[in-house]
T-cell receptor, first 110, second 115 residues
Framework: GQQLNQSPQSMFIQEGEDVSMNCTSS?????WLWYKQEPGEGPVLLIA?????ELTSNGRLTAQFGITRKDSFLNISASIPSDVGIYFC??????????FGTGTRLKVLA | EAQVTQNPRYLITVTGKKLTVTCSQN?????MSWYRQDPGLGLRQIYY???????DKGDVPEGYKVSRKEKRNFPLILESPSPNQTSLYFC??????????????FGDGTRLSIL
């Protein structure tokens, strides 16, 4: 099945640092989504993007829908220990089928 | 409290023994979906349903069945489970009316082990 290329696979950062991760696809999407998953739980939606070029923030998180509609970026500013988890991008081309990235595992060192 | 409830949370069973994982949501959502999560592969969509009696295949539907007889329930059926279906399964639901299809609410997962 189709997969998104998500990078990096994992990150170890110091508390207070900024974090960037991205996803690229061979297909055009009309919706990009970013989720966070913590151990023992299902993913929780962080940000939804619906238009090419859209830049949306949710607290310290900012995500962008790439102009080509084939990529998206998530930035976390001033990371804190509770940012630890796995971050997933997901996209859909409007057919109600969702394609997920393989995840970025984030660890924050206090 | 708005939630998606999956049962069981954990199951160890043997090859060939039919099993059903139930999923129920209390948000009156039209859209429901099943995913499996495997290490290094992220989440892959198995089946989804746009509404009662409307279902369609996701990326990895082989070996699975679903039904949507009621809006709140979307069971996942493994008629003859095999070891390659050992995985962590998630059910999700969403509504165009409340945040859009992308704002899926996920259950807490069902960990299946097929021996």
């Amino acid at each position: 099945g189709q997969q998104l290329n998500q990078s990096p696979q994992s990150m170890f950062i110091q508390e207070g640092e900024d974090v960037s991760m991205n996803c690229t696809s061979s297909s055009i999407f009309n919706t990009w989504l970013w989720y966070k998953q913590e151990p023992g739980e299902g993913p929780v939606l962080l940000i939804a993007l619906y238009k090419a070029g859209e830049l949306t923030s949710n607290g310290r998180l900012t995500a962008q829908f790439g102009i080509t509609r084939k990529d998206s970026f998530l930035n976390i500013s001033a990371s804190i220990p509770s940012d630890v988890g796995i971050y997933f991008c997901a996209g859909t081309s409007g057919t109600y089928k969702y394609i997920f990235g393989t995840g970025t595992r984030l660890k924050v060192l206090a | 409290e708005a939630q998606v409830t999956q049962n069981p949370r954990y199951l160890i069973t043997v090859t060939g023994k039919k099993l059903t994982v139930t999923c129920s949501q209390n948000m009156n959502h039209e859209y429901m979906s099943w995913y499996r999560q495997d290490p290094g592969l992220g989440l892959r969509q198995i089946y989804y349903s746009m509404n009662v009696e409307v279902t369609d295949k996701g990326d990895v539907p082989e070996g699975y069945k679903v039904s949507r007889k009621e809006k709140r329930n979307f069971p996942l059926i493994l008629e003859s489970p095999s070891p390659n279906q050992t995985s962590l399964y998630f059910c999700a639901s969403s509504s165009q009316k409340t945040g859009g299809w992308g704002t899926q609410h996920f259950g807490d997962g069902t960990r299946l082990s097929i021996l």
